[in-house]
């Protein structure tokens, strides 16, 4: 088989029930270093998921406590809180789905090109993050959608919310059926509207994509997928 077309197939999650995990959060803080503490497990040659419903260590040191703080900081998300607070195999298969859509949207805006050894010249001419690659809205529409519908903003840690932002994942949508998603996994400079990539960046940040643990861990992924 060819080696894309089997990576395409493998990296993709599984796992069940993802539309009814929905939140009715406008808005959420990410505590820091949620994507670093949360582990993202070995991957195969090819770059797919070993276990597609168990992608990311929730188990991993300082995990829960991260998903516990996202929690206590987001009343509004009475899904995750649940599903901390019961931590048992369904509620953690659906808690790494959460922590993929989240996390992995930091892999899926990394430069055509990027390798691991470039991270701090990337970073000094800021090019760690590029919404332009069309992966990155895709992965905002199909997985950060499914898990918080109604998302406006998202920020990191304490800092303040922005208020006037327009509803995302309605715009992605028509992205998603416009002409400008086509061929978006191999498209390096989609055309979208300034509210979609106002809301990536702000992902972009709340996530700490531009950390050299997150961003090189996304670079080697997406080598090995060979998406980028």
């Known amino acids: 088989m060819n080696p894309r077309i089997e990576a395409m197939r493998e990296d993709l999650p599984c796992h069940m029930d993802k539309q009814s995990l929905n939140s009715m959060c406008r808005q959420v803080r990410l505590p820091r270093e949620l994507c670093s503490k949360c582990t993202l497990r070995l991957v195969k040659e090819n770059g797919g998921f070993k276990d597609c419903k168990s992608i990311y260590n929730l188990d991993a040191p300082g995990c829960k406590a991260k998903l516990q703080r996202y929690v206590d900081i987001n009343p509004c ?55 332009e690659r069309g992966n990155c809205p895709a992965h905002a529409v199909y997985d950060i959608c499914k898990v918080l519908p109604n998302i406006r903003y998202m920020a990191l840690g304490g800092a303040p919310f922005k208020e006037g932002w327009e509803n995302t994942c309605k715009d992605l949508r028509m992205w998603l059926r416009s002409e400008a998603s086509k061929n978006f996994s191999t498209n390096h400079n989609a055309k979208m509207s300034g509210n979609i990539k106002k809301f990536l960046r702000s992902v972009n940040v709340a996530n700490q994509c531009g950390s050299e643990t997150v961003w090189t861990r996304c670079v080697r992924m997406e080598r090995k997928q060979m998406h980028i």
């Open 77 to 131: 998300d009475g899904k995750r809180a649940s599903q901390v607070k019961a931590w048992n195999p369904t509620s953690k298969m659906q808690l790494d789905y959460f922590v993929y859509s989240v996390c992995e949207q930091c892999c899926d805006c990394i430069y055509k090109g990027a390798t691991p050894g470039q991270f701090q010249r990337r970073k000094n001419e800021n090019r760690l993050f590029h919404p």
